[in-house]
């Protein structure tokens, strides 16, 4: 979640749309205590997917502006990803020191198998996993290779549809950012060179479609929920192409400064509205009016947590 500083406005601005978009999808899928008709919450997994993708993309992007070595890499990455994320576990939990220990063993110290359906485990380890594949095209190749073949082993032969339908419940999660991750860091290896400046393929309405698509096939059409897996990397990949056109589009560079204020609420977004926001959804009725005013709600609280983060880590000189 966290990203790059040090890249170039261009690029930027299309990672931030989908980190933007990202934290939408994400809080709309935890809204079902609210929707009258629970099937409207969705867009977590492909959220938690741009998440991955976008991480990949916007590391590779600052390694290559500001190559480090591997010691030094961890120590700067793993600072400005711990030093946020704890500060907003002790925000949710001032007065509750034992869930707060216990928040930050499950969600920043990856220990078990357990946590592989978690998004923060997944991120750190893939932060750890970063040195060794950024110069590395073999290994990389490798990786993802056995990313993407092994859920198709893990469902063959298996009894069990709900395998491969919603990877934050399954172990399938860990192979899906796995590929998102490798995805996000071939991406901004080629993007430079792989930008298409024709601008006669309507790229707005190949984003809409896709999404469509995804959320009917996850979510609305059972028989086909096996194919999850595939179709979320689809999806992504039409993100991918997508994300190459928003520099073109005046709504997104009019409006870059707000993309990329509304991206660096991410972490903040993601933790206060699990530990604050979605406790407690169950006690509001079913309406779909309340939905907007949840989500927002999820954003307000984080702008306050982001700026006393980035204070501290100006303090601190991190």
Request: with cysteine.
């Amino acid at each position: 979640m966290s990203g790059p500083s040090s890249t170039s406005a261009p690029q930027n601005v299309a990672i931030h749309v989908l980190r933007s978009l990202a934290i939408l999808l994400i809080v709309n899928s935890h809204m079902t205590p609210l929707y009258p008709d629970g099937r409207f919450a969705v867009g977590g997994h492909l959220g938690n997917s741009i998440f991955f993708f976008a991480s990949g993309f916007g590391l590779l992007l600052s390694y290559i502006n500001r190559p480090l070595a591997p010691i030094d890499w961890y120590r700067r990455r793993f600072l400005r990803l711990f030093v946020p994320a704890i500060l907003f576990f002790i925000i949710a939990n001032p007065a509750n020191p034992q869930k707060l220990l216990y928040d930050i063993w499950q969600n920043m110290i990856p220990h078990s198998l357990e946590q592989s359906t978690r998004f923060l485990p997944n991120l750190i380890v893939l932060y750890l996993l970063f040195p060794l594949v950024v110069g590395r095209n073999s290994f990389r190749l490798a990786l993802l290779a056995i990313a993407l073949i092994a859920p198709a082993a893990l469902v063959l032969g298996s009894n069990n549809y709900s395998l491969a339908t919603n990877p934050s419940s399954d172990i399938l999660y860990c192979f899906n950012a796995l590929c998102m991750f490798l995805f996000g860091i071939i991406a901004g290896q080629h993007y430079s060179s792989s930008r298409n400046e024709g601008k006669s393929i309507p790229w707005l309405t190949i984003f809409i479609t896709s999404m469509t698509l995804h959320t009917a096939i996850v979510h609305f059409i059972p028989s086909v929920r096996m194919i999850n897996f595939y179709v979320n990397i689809s999806t992504m990949t039409s993100l991918f192409f997508v994300a190459g056109r928003i520099n073109d589009m005046s709504i997104f560079t009019r409006n870059a400064k707000f993309f990329a204020y509304i991206a660096s609420l991410s972490l903040a977004v993601y933790i206060l509205h699990f530990e604050l926001i979605k406790p407690t959804l169950q006690y509001i009725g079913k309406s779909f009016a309340t939905v907007p005013l949840f989500m927002a709600a999820s954003i307000i609280v984080a702008i306050p947590a982001t700026l006393l983060s980035k204070k501290f880590m100006h303090i601190s000189r991190i």
